[in-house]
């Protein structure tokens, strides 16, 4: 209904809690809308469900994020080399450009080095971009959003000349000229252009499992030991615990966290403290054996780029479960369940259902996930949720969850992580071995 404004104070009033202010991009009306934030809970007496995050919560895909939105920059200005242009700054920019909407990091980007933006290197990079993501990608809803840039810049014979096989060289000649790139707003759209189809064709490659033509392509090595894709520390260990996969052999996997843990959190753990955590993981095992967890996996990357990640991610988790010391049935059990993430993930949510304007920190995509695990509004206080930005922990309490960790790697320590009820540097190993998931002994 329509509503006065004394009316919307008197309705805010009400809500004695925290609010957030939350940015819509440049081109969303109101500049800036309010959430009621869910109170604080310090520990739960009863969990149902865990959320988490994607990218640098559950799995190690920044650095090519990072990755396609330097080259982004550095196509868009034709500097594309280290001589030209040193890149981007990953101590004041990486705080800006992880864990927000794809359309907040190129207008972050694209702002800052907007001085460096050439508008023929803009049409040239549009055109290659586009070609190639009408072409050869493989997202639909990437290929329509293609479409209707090219249509805004009305060049309906660009798409007729792409269709006919027109290959890139001939359509800069005959098209470049008539890119009209003016204002902002249309550079921003025609970066996110450019960023996806440098980072889908990377993971075309990963899919086709060229992931040493990647890694030569990011790192300059092909050899790197660094996995392009792979969990974060504890999550081979958390996933298959929280579903009640490992039960009384819980504490078999016991090493391969506490391996993790030391490397998190830089403290080492003796003996007695390993006997006794050992033991905390067993009863924890046998705790979720019997009440088993619902799993939501949440994502601002939309499907393609998540179906993929979470792919290359399960057969990292499989080979930590080959492993390991489980007994041969359930190591059977596990890796039969890991065919199909499907099987792991009781809500799978992506950018894809939603939009690019309701990405977190809006909560749209953890009310979703909510929603998809049959979880009702009386049982949000028995959900834990986990993320590594100030985006991401600001969505988790405006979608009603109060217990919110945050669980920040290297690139986002310097996030302002206040809407988490706690703080976790060390990250999952940290949460399970410290603090057991902050659910209380009964």
């Known amino acids: 209904m329509i509503t006065t404004k004394d009316a919307a104070i008197k309705t805010i009033q009400s809500h004695n809690g925290e609010f957030a202010e939350v940015k819509n991009p440049s081109y969303v009306y109101p500049p800036v809308e309010y959430y009621p934030l869910a109170a604080p809970l310090k520990s739960v007496t009863e969990l149902k469900a865990a959320l988490m995050d994607m990218d640098g919560t559950t799995t190690t895909t920044e650095v090519l994020c990072i990755y396609a939105l330097d080259r982004m920059v550095r196509r868009m200005s034709g500097l594309l080399s280290p001589e030209q242009w040193e890149g981007v700054d990953h101590e004041k920019d990486l705080p800006f450009i992880i864990g927000n909407s794809t359309t907040k990091h190129v207008e972050y980007l694209l702002n800052k080095y907007r001085d460096l933006i050439r508008e023929q290197q803009v049409g040239r990079e549009f055109i290659r971009a586009a070609r190639w993501t009408l072409v050869h990608g493989l997202d639909n809803q990437r290929k329509t959003e293609v479409e209707q840039n090219i249509k805004k810049l009305n060049l309906h014979e660009m798409l007729t000349a792409i269709e006919e096989g027109m290959m890139d060289d001939e359509l800069i000649e005959r098209f470049e000229g008539k890119v009209a790139v003016s204002?902002?707003?249309?550079?921003?759209?025609?970066?996110?252009?450019?960023?996806?189809?440098?980072?889908?064709?990377?993971?075309?490659?990963?899919?086709?499992?060229?992931?040493?033509?990647?890694?030569?392509?990011?790192?300059?090595?092909?050899?790197?030991d660094e996995n392009l894709v792979s969990p974060m520390p504890g999550i081979p260990v958390m996933i298959p615990l929280l579903k009640g996969w490992l039960g009384e052999e819980a504490g078999l996997m016991a090493e391969i966290l506490f391996t993790d843990y030391e490397k998190s959190t830089g403290k080492n753990l003796d003996a007695s403290q390993r006997l006794l955590?050992?033991?905390?993981?067993?009863?924890?095992?046998?705790?979720?054996?019997?009440?088993?967890?619902k799993l939501g996996l949440v994502t601002s990357s939309i499907f393609y780029e998540a179906d993929i990640v979470i792919q290359e991610v399960l057969q990292v988790m499989k080979q930590v479960v080959e492993n390991s010391l489980l007994s041969e049935e359930r190591k059977n059990r596990i890796l039969e369940t890991y065919r199909d993430y499907h099987n792991v993930y009781d809500a799978f949510v992506t950018a894809s259902d939603s939009s690019e304007i309701r990405l977190k920190p809006h909560r749209d995509l953890y009310s979703i996930a909510l929603h998809k695990t049959g979880l009702m509004l009386s049982d949000f206080d028995k959900v834990i949720g986990f993320e590594d930005s100030q985006s991401g922990t600001v969505a988790i309490r405006a979608a009603g969850i109060g217990c919110c960790i945050a669980v920040p790697f290297?690139?986002?320590?310097?996030?302002?992580?206040?809407?988490?009820?706690?703080?976790?540097?060390?990250?999952?190993?940290?949460?399970?071995?410290?603090?057991?998931?902050?659910?209380k002994k009964k």
Do not use: C, W
Not at 286 to 292: A, D, I, R
């Open 277 to 293: 955590l050992t033991q905390e993981l067993v009863r924890l095992g046998l705790h979720f054996e019997k009440t088993p967890l």
């Open 410 to 439: 290297a690139q986002t320590l310097s996030h302002d992580l206040s809407a988490a009820t706690h703080v976790l540097p060390g990250g999952v190993p940290e949460a399970l071995l410290d603090y057991g998931l902050f659910l």
């Open 183 to 224: 204002g902002f707003h249309t550079i921003v759209n025609l970066g996110i252009d450019i960023y996806y189809e440098t980072y889908h064709r990377i993971l075309s490659l990963l899919k086709e499992g060229k992931a040493a033509e990647v890694r030569m392509q990011v790192f300059g090595d092909a050899d790197a």
